[in-house]
């Protein structure tokens, strides 16, 4: 039996090879039953980003990301190694609200290919 993968799964394999954008972004970063943290984002996607964090986060966690002026994002911790951390989206950016981000945070160079 063939088991299918939701869209989110899909899209999200197919978003790590599309833009993204090398980022400085002031952040806050909140893992499930911790205190929210200061965090920069030094990497995003429409379907995730990495960013700082001090202590130790484990695949699988879930967590809330906030960016300035935006409302908190959830997300899945995907791996974290030397205090860095990199989570996937619960659910895909808006192709706009991505844009958005790039516009207000973003460099002339911000954006490469994976």
Request: aromatic share 8%; net charge negative.
């Amino acid at each position: 039996m063939i088991q299918q993968q939701d869209s989110y799964s899909l899209a999200a394999q197919e978003d790590r090879s599309g833009p993204r954008a090398k980022l400085t972004i002031p952040a806050q970063l909140r893992a499930s039953g911790g205190r929210a943290f200061q965090t920069v984002i030094h990497d995003l996607s429409v379907s995730g980003f990495s960013a700082a964090a001090l202590n130790r986060m484990h695949e699988g966690q879930l967590c809330w990301l906030t960016l300035p002026g935006l409302e908190s994002l959830q997300a899945q911790v995907v791996w974290w190694e030397k205090c860095l951390v990199g989570c996937a989206f619960s659910e895909l950016l808006s192709p706009i609200v991505f844009d958005s981000i790039i516009t207000r945070f973003g460099s002339d160079e911000a954006l490469r290919s994976a």
